[in-house]
T-cell receptor, first 117, second 111 residues
Framework: GAGVSQSPRYKVAKRGQDVALRCDPISGHVSLFWYQQALGQGPEFLTYFQNEAQLDKSGLPSDRFFAERPEGSVSTLKIQRTQQEDSAVYLC???????????????FGPGTRLTVL | GQNIDQPTEMTATEGAIVQINCTYQTSGFNGLFWYQQHAGEAPTFLSYNVLDGLEEKGRFSSFLSRSKGYSYLLLKELQMKDSASYLCAVRSTSGTYKYIFGTGTRLKVLA
């Protein structure tokens, strides 16, 4: 596709439910990032993939959060037993180059707005 | 620790010039990025600096001083459509490379 897509765009979950958020990166992009953005704040790093390898998951808030990218393309962020504090916009971004030090930049998807009641 | 500071809000008049400042303290530095984010939309890339100095791109310019941990985004000939949040982000080299974002500066452009 032309850009990064995410689905669903909006998700309402009852506290305790599990949710799965999908990201389709730009075709051929090696790097994929997940961010959490609370209202009025900047994106907070969650995790980073290079192809199918999850190289950094230091930003995941708890073990209820899990991300995968099994074939190096589509990625899924799963949140188990959702809590109200999980309510936020979850942004996915991809970039072409795996090399730090490049001028490569991230392209963001539209995000999934998660509301936990 | 990792810290990026930018003003929360700024207001300017259509046609004017505005400068949005960003200071950072990060573990490792591999470039500074500015993004624009309209309400309810994804951030979009504006500019990138890795060396000291000014990068100009149309109405937008960005400056970096690595020794001072300082950057600014300069917007000229402001238009109403420039009303948005402007995010400063540093690509850190602590561990794997990742992007640390500031909280964003919400710019209001008034007629």
């Amino acid at each position: 596709g032309a850009g990064v897509s995410q689905s669903p765009r909006y998700k309402v979950a009852k506290r305790g439910q599990d949710v799965a958020l999908r990201c389709d990166p730009i075709s051929g992009h090696v790097s994929l990032f997940w961010y959490q953005q609370a209202l009025g704040q900047g994106p907070e790093f969650l995790t980073y993939f290079q192809n199918e390898a999850q190289l950094d998951k230091s930003g995941l808030p708890s073990d209820r959060f899990f991300a995968e990218r099994p074939e190096g393309s589509v990625s899924t962020l799963k949140i188990q037993r959702t809590q109200q504090e999980d309510s936020a916009v979850y942004l996915c971004a991809s970039s072409h180059n795996r090399l730090a030090g490049s001028t490569d930049t991230q392209y963001f998807g539209p995000g999934t707005r998660l509301t936990v009641l | 620790g990792q810290n990026i500071d930018q003003p929360t809000e700024m207001t300017a008049t259509e046609g004017a010039i505005v400068q949005i400042n960003c200071t950072y303290q990060t573990s490792g530095f591999n470039g500074l990025f500015w993004y624009q984010q309209h309400a309810g939309e994804a951030p979009t890339f504006l500019s990138y600096n890795v060396l000291d100095g000014l990068e100009e791109k149309g109405r937008f310019s960005s400056f970096l001083s690595r020794s001072k941990g300082y950057s600014y985004l300069l917007l000229k000939e402001l238009q109403m459509k420039d009303s948005a949040s402007y995010l400063c982000a540093v690509r850190s080299t602590s561990g794997t490379y990742k992007y640390i974002f500031g909280t964003g500066t919400r710019l209001k452009v008034l007629a």
